[in-house]
């Protein structure tokens, strides 16, 4: 371990922090779309020199992209590798998730950042951007079945040299998105949180030197190791499995399972994922970054007081089999890798929870229902609504869940109604949590919503929705009880109608005055629903929250002896 004192160590941490996090309010106050203005689906981070490991990732960021952002740097430095050594103010762009993580909406920058001549660091910037081209507009394509129908695809490429940008590349970009000002509004706020980020570290070895800083950043892994391991040891050893199911890929009506085995031994755990689903023919593939990543940003809501470094996984073994929907190669479609990613988390949840229930949560919702609505304007100008949408936060062992909360891959927020309403022809006739939604326990789980959407444009819309958990539940944990399974409605002359793939629907064209509704599940509950307190019930009752024969079939009687 570095040699550094402890009360320098924090203020370093602290500063280089606040690097990143300021360097994230950057974006979001300069991003054209409402997706990283107003839901902050992006992120920035320090990244080490040759191995491209996190460092530091501001905390506004999204959790998944700690672990995915450190493959794309990597992925940089091997293009750096064939191409030449990089020089001070070059920036690399790409969006190929099969090489950085995620989907292809993501657009990443790389920056190399340089002191005294020599590489220090790599500063890195991620963002959603709000279309990129593809079969659908908003890029979540429910029946793509390869990569190029779901949006244009950008290797690492040098979109700046030396500090000078390559416009041809920015064209090509713009020539290949439904909403280009958007696009390149989101393209200068992330080079301007760039351009932050290096003011901002040229400060600070100013102010430290670059020997001091360096070593506060190997003090800062080798303790994040040290703290994972403390935490491992004090768990019982053991081996437990989980496993949980995908309502299907957009293609074929087929659940795919997504099973887990977790075992602890010592100050050591594997995550074994062997027995999930074969890839898919449809886009609940994810990369290997992703499913990587995603097995930290759980064993962060396990462990919440662990830093966000790259060190934490050094006591971690994550087995991803080969010719998994969980290890995905290019090209297949990997534009609904959140859906799979969450169920990735519910799995591990549910396995952690049987050694250790009192540091898990129930199951979440487990779906964004990433649901875009797109046409033409009057004038001919198109427009895209994707939108992502809560739902009920899992209970725990200290309090019932959140209700209409965003989900656990995140600390994005949902982009507020009227943001919505006054940027796209619709209106919502609906916003509301939904009754009877939580699933029971001696701490219940959290409402999820209703969300009816009015579409205003004369000339209509295309409706395309991928969501998840139309057909299995969110799960309890502790004897907890499951949540309400997702539900989708689109109004039609007849009536209300449903999709054939329950979660999953491309192309649904709705005229001026029909709506489309969600109905989002609720979070799992906690412990046995006998145990939950009457007066506790009578409240959810009197609430709203919970109809009375529900209460009744969920937790007996007696709650109508406690009302007032």
């Known amino acids: 371990m570095s040699d550094i004192d402890p009360i320098t160590l924090a203020v370093l941490a602290g500063r280089m922090e606040q690097i990143a996090d300021e360097m994230d309010a950057t974006l979001f106050r300069s991003a054209f779309n409402p997706i990283i203005a107003e839901a902050h689906d992006a992120s920035h981070g320090l990244y080490h020199a040759t191995t491209g490991d996190t460092l530091v990732q501001g905390k506004s960021g999204l959790p998944i992209f700690v672990g995915v952002m450190s493959f794309a740097v990597r992925a940089v430095i091997d293009k750096v590798a064939e191409t030449g050594e990089p020089q001070n103010g070059d920036i690399w762009i790409f969006n190929d998730a099969h090489l950085g993580g995620t989907h292809l909406n993501d657009m990443r920058l790389v920056r190399p950042y340089f002191h005294e001549g020599k590489l220090f660091c790599w500063l890195a910037s991620v963002g959603h951007w709000h279309d990129l081209g593809g079969g659908a507009p908003g890029n979540y394509n429910p029946a793509a079945r390869d990569a190029f129908q779901e949006a244009f695809v950008l290797p690492p490429v040098r979109l700046s040299r030396a500090g000078e940008i390559d416009r041809g590349i920015i064209d090509i970009l713009m020539r290949n998105t439904r909403l280009p000002q958007s696009a390149e509004g989101d393209l200068n706020g992330q080079l301007g949180a760039l351009d932050l980020g290096v003011r901002r570290m040229d400060e600070l070895l100013s102010e430290y030197g ?117 290890a995905a190669e290019f090209p297949a479609p990997v534009g609904g890798y959140t859906e799979t990613i969450l169920r990735m988390i519910d799995v591990i949840f549910c396995a952690a929870s049987q050694a250790a229930p009192d540091r898990v949560v129930a199951n979440a919702y487990g779906t964004i229902n990433a649901l875009s609505l797109a046409g033409r304007r009057s004038d001919g100008r198109p427009w895209v609504m994707f939108s992502f949408y809560g739902g009920g936060h899992g209970a725990s062992v200290e309090s019932d869940g959140l209700n209409h909360g965003n989900a656990p891959i995140s600390t994005a927020t949902i982009p507020p109604m009227e943001i919505l309403e006054a940027a796209y022809p619709v209106m919502f006739r609906q916003w509301a949590l939904r009754p009877d939604s939580a699933g029971a326990g001696r701490h219940r789980g959290g409402l999820g919503a209703i969300y009816e959407i009015e579409v205003l444009e004369e000339n209509g819309a295309e409706v395309f929705l991928f969501g998840e958990r139309g057909r299995f539940a969110p799960k309890g944990v502790a004897g907890g009880g499951e949540a309400a399974v997702n539900a989708f409605f689109y109004e039609t002359p007849e009536g209300w109608q449903t999709p054939a793939m329950v979660s999953k629907m491309r192309g649904l064209t709705l005229r001026q005055g029909q709506a489309v509704r969600l109905e989002t599940p609720g979070g799992g509950g906690y412990g046995s629903a006998s145990a939950r307190a009457a007066a506790d019930v009578a409240r959810d009752v009197a609430r709203g929250v919970l109809g009375a024969e529900a209460a009744d079939r969920a937790y007996g009687t007696a709650w109508r002896e406690a009302r007032t």
Do not use: Q
């Open 210 to 326: 670059g020997d001091t800083v360096a070593a506060a950043l190997e003090a800062l892994s080798d303790r994040a190791d040290t703290l994972m391991r403390a935490e491992l040891t004090a768990l019982p050893d053991g081996r437990w499995e989980a496993e949980d199911f995908l309502d299907n890929d957009g293609i074929t009506d087929t659940p795919l399972p997504i099973r887990v085995a977790l075992e602890i031994s010592g100050d050591r755990m594997v995550l074994d994922f062997a027995g999930s689903a074969p890839r898919c023919e449809g886009p609940v593939n994810i990369a290997l970054p992703t499913a990587v990543a995603t097995a930290y940003v759980a064993i962060k809501h396990i462990f919440p007081a662990l830093p966000a470094n790259a060190g934490v996984m050094r006591a971690i073994d994550v087995r991803i089999p080969e010719g998994s929907l969980l």
